[in-house]
């Protein structure tokens, strides 16, 4: 019988909630009186922390399902075969030396690598499946991710081509937090850009494991 994935969507969706009330505290203190304290830049740096705490467990999430899919571990989707040629890995260490290599680590933020690491190594996996059918959803959020991290040119263009994309329109100052705060308003209820895709990112990761 095939070992069970671990509960890790419900660890994702438990961050990202965390996430999001730490973005609501920012919001609540606005209104109190300490607000002097908390005007809106920093009420935005605050929903660039959140979001990038929500991406990372969403990295964290690819890296350790993929890990234990390539052990034979079963989900509720299934267990999935390695492709011709490699056989199924005995260990979790055994994955994390195929798939880190020298380096130790591999990259999880680029949907498209993403994708073909999985074609690489499982035939038919989650992985594969579940974001290649979302991928230009996800390298917009990538490059939000990106654009929090970085301050370089390139981030800022990809981030205002993301914005310009999931809402037709760029935010002053190639701004993520400016962004991320602001309303979704094609969604029903209103919800802010950063609930949107935290819930999405967790709502994919269930469909994965």
């Keep these: 019988m095939a070992r069970q994935m671990p509960a890790y969507v419900v660890g994702l969706q438990q961050h990202a909630m965390s996430a999001l009330d730490l973005a609501q505290a920012g919001e609540l203190a606005a209104q109190s009186s300490a607000r002097a304290h908390w005007h809106v830049a920093r009420v935005e ?84 499946t579940v974001i290649q059918t979302n991928v230009s959803r996800l390298e917009c959020f990538s490059a939000i991710r990106h654009r929090v991290a970085h301050g370089q040119d390139d981030a800022k263009q990809k981030f205002d081509r993301a914005t310009m994309l999931l809402c037709g329109r760029r935010y002053r100052g190639s701004r993520p937090g400016r962004f991320l705060r602001d309303w979704d308003t094609t969604s029903h209820p209103r919800q802010r850009w950063i609930e949107v895709i935290s819930l999405e990112l967790a709502g994919l990761a269930n469909q994965i494991a």
């Design 45 to 128: 740096y605050l929903y660039e922390i959140a979001f990038l705490r929500v991406f990372v467990e969403w990295e964290v999430f690819l890296e350790q399902t993929f890990l234990r899919y390539l052990c034979g571990y079963g989900s509720r989707h299934g267990v999935f075969a390695p492709v011709a040629g490699r056989l199924q890995c005995t260990s979790l260490h055994h994955a994390e030396t195929l798939i880190f290599g020298q380096r130790g680590f591999t990259l999880w933020h680029d949907p498209t690598r993403v994708v073909s690491r999985s074609r690489q190594y499982l035939q038919g996996g989650p992985h594969e």
